[in-house]
């Protein structure tokens, strides 16, 4: 599957933050809040419940962490299967996130990572536009994570209106009939880019 999406035209997008360079400064930033919750999960936050269908808190990371991995090796040029594993096991949550960020983000600051095409299990994109869909994973993911924990749930305005960039141009219907999201929420005219990216990626905003 071939995704040709104009990602730097239109409404701020990846060029106008800077990702040509292959900075990873949003990404970062993405990062910092999901360690800051996991670092802050104890034992019996792990089963609670999120806004991921059938996924609990345990869940959630580790599809995340999966996912991180996934985009590290596509860029790594390793083989990337087509389902995810199981990251977390039995070790601790904080240091495999940990071991996974530090890969994840140096993957992306390489020379030439945002060039050229990244092949993943689910198509073949622009390296930018995976880029976005790797960084919308820790944000969004990170959301569900706080929402289930009771946490402030919040993704930066900036970080939200990159990746709502990216899915205002994708096929979501098709992404939607593929399970990757359930169906859109309404939200009212003027919402907050997280707001909007939320409800187009079938949650509702807290």
């Not at 419940?49 to 599809?63: K, M, W, Y």
């Amino acid at each position: 599957m071939q995704f040709n999406l104009n990602i730097t035209k239109g409404k701020k997008g990846i060029m106008e933050l800077g990702f040509e360079t292959g900075a990873t400064a949003t990404l970062e930033k993405a990062y910092d809040r999901l360690t800051e919750l996991v670092h802050d999960l104890g034992p019996a936050d792990l089963g609670k419940a999120t806004p991921c269908a059938e996924l609990d808190v345990r869940g959630v990371l580790s599809h995340t962490l999966a996912a991180a991995q996934m985009f590290t090796d596509a860029k790594e040029g390793h083989p990337v299967g087509d389902r995810l594993g199981d990251l977390l096991g039995q070790a601790d949550p904080a240091s495999t996130l940990d071991r996974v960020r530090r890969a994840n983000t140096a993957a992306w600051a390489a020379s030439g990572a945002m060039q050229g095409e990244t092949v993943l299990p689910f198509g073949t994109f622009p390296s930018a536009a995976a880029y976005l869909i790797n960084l919308g994973e820790i944000a969004v993911h990170g959301w569900d994570i706080a929402v289930g924990t009771g946490r402030q749930a919040t993704i930066d305005e900036e970080l939200a209106t990159a990746v709502l960039g990216f899915y205002e141009r994708a096929p979501m219907e098709r992404l939607r009939g593929r399970g990757a999201f359930g169906p859109a929420v309404e939200v009212p005219p003027g919402s907050s880019a997280q707001d909007r990216l939320l409800g187009l990626l079938g949650r509702q905003p807290r």
